[in-house]
């Protein structure tokens, strides 16, 4: 069941979401449905614990989080679901942050796979060869990529 967000709740909200370059305006109307942030009933973000953390698609269309680029042999993993693990990884951008929202692109075509939260800055990861190192949150095919509204 939709929710339509108070003005107080579309305040809030709307800074974060400015981080991610998604900025309303007055007459946007904003509803979350079963964790999903709906902008004019377009699916943009998603909610994760309480924060607004864009979807594949807000990425796909706007390239607004930092990513890595995983190797073709990680991608039918990440699409199904699970963790990043570092042995995966071919490409880390840099100024990543502990805890951030990242998007996971493959390393042929740059398209984006999964977004998740990185559990280690870029510096920390570069310095790994082994352990997980994003916690996949959105994927392709999941319940969130599938949203009809």
């Known amino acids: 069941m939709k929710k339509t967000l108070s003005n107080k709740e579309t305040k ?21 449905e079963d964790g999903i942030l ?7 973000c998603f909610l994760h614990e309480g924060k607004p953390i864009p979807t594949l698609k807000t990425q796909i269309k706007s390239a607004v ?7 073709m042999g990680a991608i039918r993993f990440v ?6 693990m570092r042995p995966g990884i071919v ?29 280690f800055s870029s510096e920390e990861m570069q310095g790994m060869s ?3 190192v994003i916690h996949n949150l959105h994927y ?10």
């Open 91 to 119: 490409k880390i951008d840099e100024g990543i942050s502990n805890g951030e929202p990242i998007a996971v692109v493959d390393m042929t075509h740059k398209k984006p796979l999964a977004i998740g939260i990185a559990l």
């Open 140 to 149: 392709i095919g999941d319940r969130i990529w599938n949203y009809i509204g």
């Open 65 to 71: 989080l930092k990513k890595v680029e995983v190797d």
């Open 130 to 132: 082994t352990g997980k």
């Open 38 to 44: 709906l902008i004019n009933n377009v699916p943009v």
């Open 12 to 32: 809030e909200i709307s800074g974060e979401l400015a981080s991610y370059q998604i900025i309303l305006s007055k007459k946007d109307k904003l509803e979350v």
């Open 79 to 84: 699409t199904s679901g699970a963790d990043v």
